[in-house]
Nanobody, 125 residues
Framework: QLQASGGGLVQAGGSLRLSCAAS????????IAWFRQAPGKEREFVAA?????????YHADAVKGRFTISRDNAENTVYLQMNSLKPEDTAVYYC???????????????????WGQGTLVTVSS
């Protein structure tokens, strides 16, 4: 199971750090991704960290250079550090997990079976 937290209200240019804590079958190596969904829009890929790639990280172009995904294996937690936030970053952020996801499909929400409940990020202008 995944538990996302860390969302809140922040002014443009500010920072937040989201956390995705995993429980249950933490002995398995899961690939973890962050997605977000703004009102009236489809869920979109934000970032992923892939075990098979040696812990390689990937970020969507819209957040590259501002957001950083990382994981703490000892705590079974994945983080999304978000800096230089913009009003267009406002969305509900979800973490998702899947065992052994392909780099070809890691940006597609439908390939992830395990989802957290979402945490709301609101960026004011």
């Amino acid at each position: 199971q995944l538990q996302a937290s860390g969302g809140g209200l922040v002014q443009a240019g500010g920072s937040l750090r989201l956390s995705c804590a995993a429980s249950g079958r933490t002995d398995r190596r899961y690939d973890i991704a962050w997605f977000r969904q703004a009102p009236g829009k489809e869920r979109e890929f934000v970032a992923a960290i892939i075990w098979s790639g040696g812990g390689s990280t990937y970020h969507a172009d819209a957040v590259k250079g501002r957001f950083t995904i990382s994981r703490d294996n000892a705590e079974n937690t994945v983080y999304l550090q978000m800096n230089s936030l913009k009003p267009e970053d406002t969305a509900v952020y979800y973490c998702a997990a899947q065992s052994s996801i392909s780099r070809l499909t890691m940006t597609l929400a439908r390939y992830y079976r395990n989802w957290g409940q979402g945490t709301l990020v609101t960026v004011s202008s």
